[in-house]
């Protein structure tokens, strides 16, 4: 009478081996562009944030036709958002420096108790976002003058660079050069905006876009 063997429905142990090897191969390829993906989502949320707070601010001066000054601590100096561009510090309380002044800004607005002035006029207007905690800004100049479209002469500009705060984390480097990218955003004092990639090389902000003007 014929024998029946049952057939193994289990894996061996070379094949468990090579499945593990094979697994930690994917993973260690996935793992860090995941993670570089997620570090870069947050650069670019922020430097929306930053743009979409300029334009903003540009908006309300072209229509009150008054002028703002901006005044930063330092320059050319990585820093948390909220030592530079942000009036509410982490514990919830306003910064002990001016950021911002404005000229003939009595409009009837409700007054921001963070800066003294209507609410409109801020440089970021989302504040304490998960985003300022995972990045690190830097401004070109120490003040710069803002003027309605149209009526300013002053020539200088503005650049704002955002990089992640793991720029040099191991996992998002590669041939010891991140491949993370710092974003800038340029402006000039009749409020033309530009938005790129700061080129640590030439120092310069590059377009990454059509201009917005």
Same mark, same amino acid.
């Given at each position: ?11 061996? *142990?070379?094949? &468990? ?12 390829? !996935? *793992?860090?562009?995941? /993670? ?5 989502? +947050? ?22 036709? /008054? /002028? ?18 942000? *009036?509410?510090?982490? /514990?919830?309380? !306003? ?7 404005? =000229?003939?800004?009595? &409009?009837?607005? +409700? ?5 003294? &002035? ?28 803002l003027s309605p479209?149209?009526? =300013?002469?002053?020539?200088?500009e503005l650049t ?37 990639n700061w080129d ?14």
């Amino acid at each position: 009478m014929p024998s029946h063997r049952g057939t193994s429905k289990g894996f061996t *142990l070379v094949e &468990l081996v090579i499945t593990t090897i094979i697994i930690s191969m994917i993973s260690a390829w !996935a *793992l860090p562009n995941f /993670n570089r993906r997620i570090r870069q989502g +947050e650069v670019d949320r922020y430097t929306q944030t930053i743009e979409t707070g300029l334009f903003s601010l540009r908006n309300q001066l072209g229509i009150t036709r /008054n /002028n703002c000054t901006l005044h930063f601590s330092s320059r050319n100096r990585y820093q948390s958002p909220w030592n530079l561009l942000e *009036l509410q510090q982490p /514990n919830g309380s !306003a910064a002990t420096d001016k950021r911002i002044s404005c =000229s003939g800004s009595s &409009l009837g607005e +409700e007054i921001d108790n963070l800066n003294g &002035l209507p609410a409109s006029y801020r440089l970021i207007q989302r504040e304490g976002t998960a985003e300022n905690n995972a990045v690190e800004v830097a401004v070109s100049t120490n003040s710069f003058e803002l003027s309605p479209p149209g009526m =300013s002469v002053d020539t200088g500009e503005l650049t704002i660079r955002i990089r992640s705060l793991s720029q040099n984390n191991s996992d998002t480097q590669s041939q010891n050069r991140s491949r993370l990218i710092t974003r800038c955003i340029k402006m000039s004092g009749t409020g033309f905006i530009m938005s790129g990639n700061w080129d640590d090389q030439n120092n310069q902000c590059i377009p990454r876009q059509k201009q917005t003007s």
